[in-house]
């Protein structure tokens, strides 16, 4: 079992649509959470960062981590095309340790 | 602020060459990260350095590969005796608190 699990997708949304991405994993260290987003052929862009339980908003998007669920999510309102690319959520323990463990990314499209 | 920048942006060997890739972090961070993507995956950690340190190492990261940092600021990551195994993006991340800025990458094909 990988620590973090993703639905690959793809997912098909028109524009203007909420997007719900999510995740889960299995390591209760992990108490840092983080979603990227990656175009093709490009690296990581990191766009939510959040620590132990809670929401969090900027902008049209929005982090929320259930840690006693192991479940984290990242909300997109008024999807728009240029937010086709693949979300990845990433995670890491606390105590200093550097190591970021990636969930297998969900690629999403926006349709005009 | 430029950016993370890593050289070459492609590269294709042989299976048993070496290889080496450079990544230059953004001026003033002291981190900096090595991650390994294949396609259709996350990029997986390989190694952390802070400054010229080396202080986490995957067990991704075989005897093949070594990872330097000499004077704290560019990177060399190089694989010796390539394999088909090892044809991915490697990735080049660097920070100075917790947001990692990620590179474009470094797309390896063995042949």
């Known amino acids: 079992q990988k620590e973090v699990e993703q639905d690959p997708g793809p997912l098909s949304v028109p524009e203007g649509a909420i997007v719900s991405l999510n995740c889960t994993y299995s390591?209760?260290?992990?108490?840092?959470f983080m979603w990227y987003r990656q175009y093709s052929r490009k690296g990581p862009e990191l766009l939510m960062y959040t620590y132990s339980s809670g929401n969090k908003e900027d902008g049209r998007f929005t982090a929320q981590v259930d840690k006693s669920s192991k479940y984290i999510s990242l909300f997109i309102r008024d999807s728009q095309p240029s937010d086709s690319a693949t979300y990845l959520c990433?995670?890491?323990?606390?105590?200093?340790?550097?190591?970021?463990?990636f969930g297998i990314g969900t690629k999403l499209q926006v349709i005009p | 602020d430029t950016g993370v920048s890593q050289d070459p942006r492609h590269k294709i060997t042989k299976r048993g060459q070496n290889v080496t890739f450079r990544c230059d972090p953004i001026s003033e961070h002291n981190r900096l990260y090595w991650y390994r993507q294949t396609l259709g995956q996350g990029p997986e950690f390989l190694t952390y350095?802070?400054?010229?340190?080396?202080?986490?190492k995957s067990r991704l990261l075989s005897d093949r590969f070594s990872a330097e940092r000499p004077k704290g600021s560019f990177s060399t990551l190089e694989i010796q005796r390539t394999e088909q195994g090892d044809s991915a993006m490697y990735l080049c991340?660097?920070?100075?608190?917790?947001?990692?800025?990620f590179g474009p990458g470094t797309r390896l094909t063995v042949t």
């Open positions: 390591n209760s260290a992990f108490q840092y």
């Open positions: 991340a660097s920070s100075r608190g917790y947001e990692q800025y």
């Open positions: 350095f802070q400054n010229e340190a080396q202080l986490e």
């Open positions: 990433a995670m890491r323990r606390s105590g200093g340790y550097q190591k970021v463990t």
